[in-house]
């Protein structure tokens, strides 16, 4: 199985509580993943606060007119450091998605980090060439501008 890597990093001029307010809110999802996903949270468990373990069920469009049903897995949380959500069930054969804050100089310094691999063998190794990894960078260039245009005109307040 080939495992692909994404890394982004992005610079925010909020405090380190206020990013970790946004980013573990499993509802800000839909703010920041590309429209014709069609992205719906369907189910979180225990609420929503999240902690390790916690469920998030969502429906989302592989391709256009595709939806699948996707679970992810609050597996690690070290408020407001880190979170790793795993897939649990989904279109992924493996998704790993650490997401990690650090206050800097002038606000936070973000890093998504994301391990994934595609089923079907050579299959998923050709559809990652020639159209899954373009959506995944694609989402994560969407997800930059989003937080760029949200939190440019914030203030930090000490």
């Not at 990013?19 to 369907?42: C, D, Q, V, Y």
């Not at 469920?55 to 609050?74: A, F, M, Q, S």
Request: glycine share 6%; hydrophobic share 35%.
């Amino acid at each position: 199985m080939k495992i692909y890597n994404i890394k982004r990093t992005q610079y925010l001029p909020i405090k380190l509580s206020e990013a970790w307010e946004f980013f573990s809110t499993p509802a800000n999802l839909n703010k920041i993943t590309p429209e014709h996903m069609g992205f719906e949270i369907r189910y979180a468990s225990g609420g929503k606060k999240m902690y390790p373990g916690q469920l998030i069920c969502y429906k989302v469009n592989i391709l256009p007119g595709v939806p699948v049903d996707w679970v992810t897995e609050i597996t690690h949380v070290q408020e407001p450091h880190y979170f790793v959500d795993e897939q649990r069930f989904g279109p992924y054969a493996l998704w790993h998605h650490q997401h990690h804050f650090r206050e800097v100089k002038d606000g936070v310094e973000m890093v998504d980090e994301v391990n994934y691999a595609i089923p079907y063998g050579i299959i998923g190794r050709m559809a990652n060439r020639i159209f899954v990894g373009k959506e995944v960078k694609t989402i994560f260039d969407h997800r930059y501008k989003v937080l760029q245009d949200y939190f440019q005109n914030r203030i930090i307040k000490a």
